[in-house]
Structures are given as structure tokens and as C-alpha cells.
């Protein structure tokens, strides 16, 4: 190590050990090992778009909360303020996550599988989940958390030299990090990266069109299929999120949907029925349809984990309902996790965790009898 790298790390581990001590949230893994940001630190780089002057306020249109707000004052999400009569997102170049992970991680099955995607996030959420993973950093702001400085041209730079195969805006909330995952998202198409987004889907319609222009793949939450339990569980409404999967896949955007069955919150058989039925009459039978454990965590740490027959029930009222890509995850060692052909019943892709163990797809279609397999493959 050159005396440069010596102090350089030296920095690095002295900004850390700083902030640790201050009471910062740390998002624990990382795989960058670059400059730490000062908290709080050249927060206003970016305007907020899709911001809009009105005689209370100045209303921020990214998202169906529609946050109107007057000066010093922050969003729902905790991103955005407003400083010197103008609209900023805090959440640009100062992600609290980065991480390289398995693209099924996302989850995403049929988007190039065993591939990697270079991960990141910022602070910040605009829906307030009671079951939320990520809440050290979902439910807080960019100028609490410890941050990198990774401004846009180095994630795209940093995921080709760690060959990614696309940079996934994830673990929070991107529609709350609008800006830093447009502009990212952009340079990396212009390198020949796949964009991946991973959401909440509340979002209104025209910034999400706007995203979509430079997305590849996303995998959306539909967290219920009951406005009341959308309401009291994350704080959000159910229709902008169903109008978000019809943007997505009518602007060719590769779809999959995760479904998180939460006991006593989501696990009704009738509405996980009614939800699916409408999946179906509106044109998602060939997207991939994830079922996902729940395990106590954040304000709902009270109750047990999904019980696996209420995920296999799940699943064979979505084939009742035509729906071809049937998944169960969080759930180790079940076979829910294999790809399999809805024509032949071959097992086309076998997965073992986020590791891909068998690949039977040839030119998007099953070796064995060749149906097509809907995807995107390579
Ligand atoms: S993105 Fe954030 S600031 Fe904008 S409307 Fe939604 S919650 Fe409010």
C-alpha cells in the first residue's frame, strides 16, 4: 500500500468510526470503499423536478402524496426541501447502500439470470411500511445517514469495472431518489448497462413514464389487494400502485411482481384471489408473480413468520387465475423457486437461494419442447 492509500483509508476509516459515534444510521455492507461524505454535507446539488409553484406551496408531483411545502420544510419522503424558494432533492450522489447482489435478489427471475447488479440507495422512503426490512434507512433522511460520494458517472463507472450486468436503484425507495437514479440510469444505457428498478410503484404517472424511458426491469410490490389495509399498513393507496404495473408493462419495461403475505394483514385468501383474478383480466399472466414470507420485523415484530401453506394456497389460486410464472421466496430450500415451463412442466431454470443451479432456456424458450418463455434472456 502507497503512503497515498495508507492515508486515504486512514480517512475513510476515521470518517466512519465518526459518524458511528455521532449516532448516524450506517447501512452495514458495502462493497465501495470510497470517500464518506460529512453528514449533511453539499446536500443541495440537485433542483427537484416535476416541482410545481402554487399559492401554498411548492408542490412536489413525483409521487401521489403530493407534498406542498413552504420554505426549510421537508417532504413525506424526507428527500426533498425547500431552500431559497426552490425545490431540492437531498438524495444525489450520496448513497447510504451500495452493494453488488444476484439479480434474483430483487427479485427478478426472468431478467438475465445469475447475473449481477450493482445495487444502491439513498435514505428516504415516501411510504411509511409497518413490516419494512430497510427501515434504519427507508425511514429516515440522506442527512442522517453516512453516505458515499458517488455521484452518477462513477456508479456506472464503478458497475463495469465489478462487471454488472445493471445497476438496481433499490433496498429504499427510488421514486423518492428520483433524480439520482434518472440521471444514473441514463449515463448507464449510454454504456450499454440495464437499469433495474425495484418499488413501491407509488409514483405518479407522468415522472414514472419518464423513468420508464430509461428502465429495463423492475420488480414492483403490490403489498394488498384492500385499500383500507394499504392505507394502515404503509400509508400509501392501492390504485396509483396498480396504475404504476400498467405503465410499466404497457412501456415494455420487464415486469415482475412481489406479493409479501403479511399474517393478518394480507394473508385473506378471498382478497390474495381478488388480486390475482385482476392481475389476470388485465394482461399479467406472463409476469413472473412473486409470493414472499414475511418475518417479524420493525412495528410488526409481534407477529410469526407467513406460514408456508398460506404461500402455496396463494400460489394455486394464481394458477386458477392463468397466471404461468408462479414464485414462492423467502423460504429456503423450496422448489417454488424454480422456473418452470408452463408448457412441458420441465424445469427450465433450477435455483438454489439466489444462485442459479440449472439453465434450460435456449433463444427464450424451453430446450425441451420450445416454448416460448416469456423474459429477457441474454
Ligand atoms: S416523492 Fe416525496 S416529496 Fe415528492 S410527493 Fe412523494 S413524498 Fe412528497
Known sequence: MTR??????????????????????????????????????????????FQEETPRGIMCRICPNECVLKEGEVSQCNNRKVHNSKLYTMAFGNPCSVNIDPVEKKPLYHFFPGSRAYSIATAGCNLVCLNCQNWTISQTSPDKT?????MPE??????????????????????????????TATLARKAGIKNIIKSNGYINPEPLKKLCSVAD????????????????????KLQPVLDSLKIYKDMGVWLEITNLIVPTWSDNIDEIGKMCKWLSDNGFRDTPLHFSRFYPVYKLEQLPPTPVDIL???????????????????????????TICPSCGTTVIARQGFRVTLNNISNGKCNKCGFEIKGVWN
Open 312 to 338: 402455496k394456497n396463494a400460489a394455486k389460486v394464481a394458477a386458477g387465475e392463468g397466471i404461468k410464472y408462479i414464485y414462492i421466496g423467502n423460504v429456503p430450500g423450496n422448489e417454488a423457486a424454480d
Open 146 to 150: 453516512m453516505n458515499y460520494d458517488l
Open 4 to 49: 497515498k492509500d495508507f492515508d486515504k483509508s486512514k480517512r475513510i476509516f476515521l470518517k466512519k468510526c465518526l459518524a458511528l459515534s455521532s449516532g448516524m444510521v450506517c447501512f452495514p455492507r458495502s462493497v465501495f470503499s470510497g470517500e464518506i461524505l460529512t453528514p449533511g454535507q453539499d446536500i443541495y446539488k440537485r433542483e427537484a423536478m
Open 217 to 236: 426491469a423492475a420488480n414492483i410490490d403490490l403489498k394488498s389487494f384492500n385499500d383500507s389495509t394499504y392505507l394502515k399498513l404503509t400509508g400509501g
Open 154 to 183: 462513477k456508479v456506472v463507472t464503478e458497475a463495469s469495472k465489478n462487471k454488472c450486468r445493471s445497476i438496481a436503484y433499490t433496498y429504499s425507495e427510488p421514486v423518492t431518489f428520483y433524480e439520482y437514479a434518472f440521471e
